[in-house]
């Protein structure tokens, strides 16, 4: 330290040994919590600014020999700062005063006579106004994102409100249309229950009237019995022959003969007609909840940006994103075989010449057509028929063996028309179903009335795996391993049914 300086800390220490004494009387500022406390003062009072050279903070009482000594005048002052330490060399001990642009960094005198000694260096206030005019760019992409940001809250915000809303509005016609239906539904009970009461009175009251009236007619028949036979035994001629008069004569029942039992006197036709109601309305039913579940599914808060969007945002905000990943398919036969599906056959659907069994697991096509229940359903002229459930929303995967001539092996919507032989409903010749076609020279995949030939050998195992919200459809040849015919890669509408042609007498398909 040189011998002026020492002078003016001597100075310094008697010019603060004298301004103690007046200080004291002196109202002080006392430090808040958080606030910079003073370095010189024994209580905690607060510091009201930094001197940059003495590495130290005042309060209002201890700054005054910063205004009035005349060596202290040229120290820099800040607003009072508690960070002093950050501002020294870490190396050196030093005050930062440049800033090396070469490594981008602040530095001391020794570190510009050191290791930074053929850098470019500027002083800290330089650096310092070229970084403000970069500084206000910054704040405003900085308060473009804020802004940004709070308007996709109010937007999410919004959204979520009105997402509640709707919600209850539809669970309040939802409560208000099915508690109608089960009104309506209570209706047609109580009118069948008495359409049938009534007709069972009717019909029974005027049956009693014909028995009682039976019941009348055996009795005088029995007791005009007793009398012939009586009257053949009589010697009267007289008697005979005037008794006979009367007895010979018409009973006044002759109606009676025109009366006949009706073979069939039950109502198991009306229990049938129920029954079948009842399947049309769980069908229904299902068909619409399919529709309502997906209807449900369609509601989103957030979606994915386009990619226009998406590359706007990246411009504004570089980081990095990952563009989502479609749902990786099975590969060998036991990952296709963790999304098994236990199907049925529907006995409703079914074409009279197929017959079932194995449980509704097997369908045979034979010549002699089975006597099925008539229903809307079944196909009358396309030997064909759809499994009795719909696979929809989450993936599906079904093997199915055939032997014989020829099958089809397809999926398809609902609304597939049942009757009739015109392309609307045959499997895979419409814009409703999706089929794959084997026999023992060929696969062909055929759908809305166009077919493609698939080269393969022969293979009487296929499998099908459905993923129905992703829109994928795959067709494999089921043997030592998993070999792919034909994929579909589509938006699929509504629920799909499994679905099968069954061509040549004798031949056979089996879940």
């Known amino acids: 330290m040189s011998h002026a300086a020492t002078l003016d800390l001597d100075r310094y220490s008697t010019l603060e040994k004298s301004r103690r004494s007046t200080s004291r009387s002196q109202p002080r500022t006392q430090a808040k919590q958080g606030e910079v406390l003073c370095d010189f003062c024994t209580t905690k009072q607060k510091a009201e600014k930094s001197c940059l050279v003495c590495l130290a903070s005042y309060c209002d009482a201890h700054l005054q020999s910063h205004y009035e000594y005349p060596a202290l005048m040229k120290h820099k002052l800040v607003k009072a700062t508690g960070q002093m330490r950050e501002k020294l060399c870490a190396q050196h001990d030093k005050l930062l005063e440049a800033f090396c642009r070469t490594d981008d960094t602040p530095v001391c005198v020794l570190c510009m006579m050191d290791e930074h000694k053929h850098h470019d260096i500027v002083p800290a206030g330089t650096e310092r106004t070229e970084k403000q005019k970069q500084l206000g760019a910054t704040l405003h992409k900085s ?23 709707s919600s209850q509005t539809v669970l309040e016609e939802n409560e208000r249309l099915f508690t109608e239906l089960l009104r309506s539904i209570e209706r047609k009970y109580t009118e069948v229950k008495e359409m049938v009461l009534s007709h069972e009175k009717m019909t029974v009251t005027r049956a009693e009237i014909l028995l009682d009236r039976l019941e ?11 009398d012939l036979e009586k009257l053949s035994r009589t010697d009267d001629h007289i008697h005979f022959l005037q008794s006979w008069q009367s007895l010979s004569g018409p009973s006044g029942y002759e109606d009676l003969n025109n ?15 129920i029954a079948a109601l009842k399947l049309q309305v769980e069908e229904i039913s299902k068909i619409e909840m399919s529709k309502i579940s997906g209807a449900v599914k369609e509601v989103y808060i957030t979606q994915e940006e386009t990619k226009a969007k998406r590359e706007s945002i990246l411009r504004e905000e570089p980081r990095v994103r990952e563009e989502p990943r479609m749902r990786e398919e099975p590969r060998t036969r036991e990952d296709f075989l963790k999304y098994a599906a236990q199907l049925i056959l529907d006995v409703n659907t079914v074409h009279p010449n197929l017959h079932l069994s194995e449980g509704n697991r097997t369908a045979t096509m034979k010549n002699d057509p089975k006597n099925y229940p008539e229903h809307p359903d079944r196909f009358d002229h396309w030997q064909q028929i759809l499994c009795r459930d719909s696979v929809v929303g989450s993936r599906c995967y079904w093997e199915v063996e055939w032997k014989g001539t020829e099958v089809d092996v397809g999926v398809t919507y609902r609304g597939i028309r049942r009757k009739g032989n015109s392309n609307e409903c045959s499997l895979g010749w419409n814009d409703k179903s999706w089929s794959l076609y084997c026999s023992d020279s060929k696969f062909s995949f055929v759908h809305n009335n166009k077919s493609k030939d698939i080269p393969a050998p022969p293979s009487p195992r296929i499998g099908v795996y459905l993923d129905h919200a992703a829109g994928t459809l795959a067709f494999y040849s089921v043997s030592e391993g998993m070999r792919l015919l034909h994929r579909v890669q589509t938006t699929f509408t509504e629920p799909l049914y499994p679905a099968f042609s069954v061509w040549g007498f004798g031949t056979n398909i089996k879940l």
């Open 143 to 165: 308060q473009y994102r804020i802004d940004q940001r709070i308007k996709k809250w109010q937007d999410l915000r919004q959204a979520v409100e009105a997402v509640k809303h």
């Open 216 to 226: 009348e007619e055996i009795t005088l028949l029995r007791k005009r019995h007793t």
């Open 259 to 273: 009366i006949s039992v009706a073979p069939y006197h039950s109502f198991d036709s009306t229990k049938r007609a």
